[in-house]
């Protein structure tokens, strides 16, 4: 099939893409993040490293469009303009790491991460002396880092709003935010960076109409979850899928 030729991928391998993108949709609707630690995870099967994280920023900054309606009027302004300082720092620098590591490195490192801040999230710990202007630019920092170099910035963000005690709604309402914003900031570093390419957006633009139908459908079971299931149900399975990562990585080396 010629058309093939411009995603440079396997008819098998879009299939696994589509799908990959649509549980994700799921979770981000769902949960608020967990989207790019969802395509990373499964993308790094078939994909380098430096090749998921633009087709992940376009569509992060296109399903955060879509998450408007359900979360608007939840979202914390104050700690979102906070956070994005401390980002617009950290952001470069993980743009740089992802252009001069290895891939294999990077992918470990990705599936590395999601578990350890899956694992984190999941204990509860509550520490509310951190909801401090010094903890959020610090956060952002390690954020932006993150989210320039594996697209996994929510897991910091995520990390430091559950241990403050924050509602789950709002929790969902600001990451969505803070994504679109951030993702916005890290796609034209990547784009002026010439990590983006002709190949990035063929293979970016039929996944855009799986985004709006997976997050219907997440925000339909974020309604009628209660607030100790749902958040538990998204930290198992990036732990699932970045152990099978973790396990496949290791095998290359």
Not at 112 to 129: A, E, H, P, Q
């Amino acid at each position: 099939m010629e058309f093939l030729s411009y995603f440079q991928l396997s008819l098998v391998e879009i299939y696994f893409i589509i799908f990959i993108v649509f549980i994700a949709s799921i979770i981000r609707g769902f949960n608020g993040f967990g989207f790019s630690a969802t395509c990373i995870s499964g993308f790094s099967f078939i994909l380098p490293a430096i090749e998921i994280v633009p087709i992940i920023l376009i569509l992060e900054v296109i399903i955060s469009i879509f998450m408007i309606p359900y979360i608007w009027n939840k979202i914390d302004w104050n700690f979102v303009l906070k956070l994005l300082i401390g980002i617009a720092f950290g952001s470069p620098v993980g743009l740089y790491l992802l252009k001069h590591l290895s891939p294999d490195t990077t992918h470990l490192s990705v599936c590395v991460l999601v578990i350890f801040f899956s694992f984190l999230l999941m204990r509860g710990y509550v520490n509310t002396k951190i909801n401090n202007n010094y903890g959020k630019f610090f956060t952002g920092i390690i954020s932006g880092t993150l989210n320039g170099l594996t697209t996994l910035g929510g897991m910091p963000v995520a990390l430091f709003l559950l241990v403050t005690s924050i509602q789950p709604a709002i929790i969902r309402g600001s990451l969505a935010a803070l994504f679109f914003l951030t993702d916005i900031y890290a796609f034209v570093l990547s784009f002026f960076s010439g990590i983006v390419d002709l190949t990035t957006i063929y293979r970016t633009l039929p996944l855009i109409i799986i985004l709006p139908i997976g997050v219907f459908i997440g925000d339909k079971f974020f309604v009628k979850s209660k607030e100790e299931s749902y958040r538990k149900f998204v930290f198992y399975f990036l732990i699932f899928i970045s152990i099978f990562g973790f396990f496949r990585i290791i095998g290359n080396f």
